[in-house]
């Protein structure tokens, strides 16, 4: 069954420092593989997806995130990190085999200090 | 504003209550999906609806019901729900159910059960 860790609870930065945020999926095949966003109070919000093609894929706020097949990763990175980007991240992962429907880890929140 | 609304925002209701939250999407989509979040735990899908039929139903209690009475709202029914099910029950959509369709998530309905 496919799975998603993401192993750092809770991450504080300082503004304008650069920012990686570390996720693990656990799949066989090939992954179709999600960022999103929670900003307090709100629901989910896209920021990035991969599923084939360049294994840099760009997003919406300035984020990035590499796929590495060897590392089972898909790191979330941002170079200059602004304190409206204090909000929990999501790592997803959906696949063709089993459910359909994403899988989500645990989480990241994020605290940027000023 | 993403297209999908959830109400009420917060509810709060005895075990013996009957209650339901409500999804409505505006963004012609055909899918819709019930997630429940709950404090450091991963996002954990409850069921999914592609056109109106239900495709999955992610081991929940018979205590939750869904309906989709049309491809533009969602409901949940909670009913002789348990202290335990207190979390926030957030609703999306997509276009489609294919595996590398965008959620849409709406706001969430905090619910707690005393």
């Known amino acids: 069954a496919q799975s998603v860790t993401q192993p750092d609870i809770h991450i504080t930065v300082s503004e304008g420092a650069s920012l990686e945020l570390r996720c693990n999926y656990s799949?066989?095949?090939?992954?179709?593989l999600f960022w999103y966003v929670q900003s307090p109070g709100q629901g989910l919000q896209l920021l990035l997806k991969?599923?084939?093609?360049?294994?840099l894929v760009q997003g919406i706020k300035g984020f990035e995130a590499e796929f590495k097949r060897s590392q089972s990763s898909f790191n979330l990175r941002k170079p200059s990190v602004h304190w409206s980007d204090a909000a929990e991240y999501f790592c997803a992962v959906a696949s063709d085999t089993g459910r359909r429907a994403l899988t989500f880890g645990s989480g990241t929140r994020l605290q940027v200090q000023p | 504003e993403t297209g999908v609304t959830q109400t009420p925002r917060h509810l709060v209701m005895g075990m013996t209550n009957k209650k339901s939250l409500k999804c409505e999407q505006h963004?012609?989509?055909?899918?819709m999906y019930w997630y429940k979040q709950s404090a450091k735990k991963p996002l954990e899908l409850m069921f999914v609806y592609s056109l109106e039929e239900r495709v999955e139903n992610n081991s929940v209690p018979s205590r939750f019901s869904p309906e989709c009475p049309n491809s533009s709202h969602l409901f949940l029914h909670l009913h002789t729900l348990q202290p335990e099910d207190s979390a926030l029950y957030l609703c999306?959509?997509?276009?489609?159910?294919?595996?590398?369709?965008?959620?849409?998530f709406g706001s969430g309905t905090q619910l707690s059960v005393l």
């Open positions: 799949y066989g095949a090939t992954p179709y």
């Open positions: 991969y599923f084939s093609g360049d294994t």
């Open positions: 999306a959509s997509s276009q489609d159910m294919g595996l590398n369709e965008k959620l849409f």
């Open positions: 963004l012609g989509h055909n899918a």
